[in-house]
């Protein structure tokens, strides 16, 4: 090995930073550095085949961001000349793909009160306030979306609500409505925030179980969407580590 690391210097030392680096970032299986290490520019191939080149999909969403920001831009100059709300309605959508929450928020409050009133913006602005840690102002928004439609987001909107119950220390209704989603989803999401307020009201052991069912979703998931679904699966190890017992 150490005569393909000299025969292929300074590429091989490359491809293990390249790789290395990628592996700090998006945290695969462990045993993926050790691969990297020992098996040195051969590893770092494996490596790079196995799982940088299967991410291409950030290089395109890098591009959407580029794409967005301009978009972004050009609606804050169109808003001067014409405060309509879908085009608030527009930016706040694009602000929040792009995680700044806070400011759309605000182009959410602005398309509301322009009155339009869809569940659709009601429910992004929830969300956005829950990744806010306004607990309080997320249940009023997301409240009547799931009153309205119970599936809403593939049910993901019930268990953003139980989670903000829970935040606002609706215990009761937090359960029930999580117990409800969870006949029918499996959103990772949902499994995790509910094992989240088991832990925090002390059932430890049924936290414990529910934090275990993202992880047993893995084995038998597409490897595209076990990547996708990775930092769900980090999260509910980094929970079971905190569990005692």
């Known amino acids: 090995?150490?005569?393909?690391?000299?025969?292929?210097?300074?590429?091989?030392?490359?491809?293990?930073?390249?790789?290395?680096?990628?592996f700090f970032r998006r945290r695969p299986d462990t045993y993926w550095v050790f691969i990297i290490i020992f098996l040195g520019p051969l590893g770092a191939l494996i490596y790079i085949v196995a799982e940088i080149i299967p991410d291409?999909?950030?290089?395109?969403?890098?591009?959407k961001g580029f794409s967005r920001g301009k978009r972004?831009?050009?609606?804050?100059?169109?808003?001067?000349?014409?405060?309509?709300?879908?085009?608030y309605e527009e930016l706040g959508e694009l602000y929040m793909e792009s995680g700044?929450?806070?400011?759309?928020?605000?182009?959410?409050d602005k398309a509301i009160s322009g009155?339009?009133?869809?569940?659709?913006?009601?429910?992004?602005?929830?969300?956005c306030s829950l990744r806010l840690g306004d607990a309080s102002a997320a249940v009023a928004d997301?409240?009547?979306?799931?009153?309205?439609?119970?599936?809403y987001d593939f049910h993901r909107a019930g268990g953003l609500l139980a989670h903000a119950y829970a935040l606002t220390g609706q215990i009761e209704k937090s359960e029930a409505l999580f117990r409800r989603v969870l006949i029918?989803?499996?959103?990772?999401e949902t499994y995790l925030n509910f094992a989240s307020m088991l832990a925090a009201t002390g059932r430890t052991a049924e936290a414990r179980q529910y934090a275990m069912k993202v992880l047993e979703k893995a084995p038998t998931m597409p490897r595209y969407l076990r990547r996708r679904?990775?930092?769900?699966?980090q999260q509910a190890k980094k929970l079971l580590r905190q569990l005692p017992g």
Do not use: C
Not at 73 to 86: E, S, T, V, W
Not at 115 to 127: E, K, L, N, P
Not at 142 to 151: F, G, L
């Open 72 to 87: 972004i831009r050009d609606l804050q100059l169109i808003i001067r000349d014409n405060p309509a709300a879908g085009n």
């Open 229 to 233: 679904e990775r930092p769900w699966f």
């Open 184 to 188: 029918i989803s499996t959103l990772s």
């Open 56 to 63: 291409y999909q950030i290089l395109n969403q890098s591009f």
């Open 100 to 108: 700044d929450y806070l400011a759309a928020r605000d182009a959410f």
């Open 142 to 151: 997301i409240e009547p979306v799931v009153a309205k439609d119970p599936a």
């Open 1 to 22: 090995m150490g005569f393909l690391t000299s025969l292929f210097y300074p590429w091989g030392l490359i491809l293990q930073v390249i790789a290395l680096i990628h």
């Open 115 to 127: 009155h339009i009133d869809t569940i659709d913006t009601f429910y992004r602005r929830g969300v």
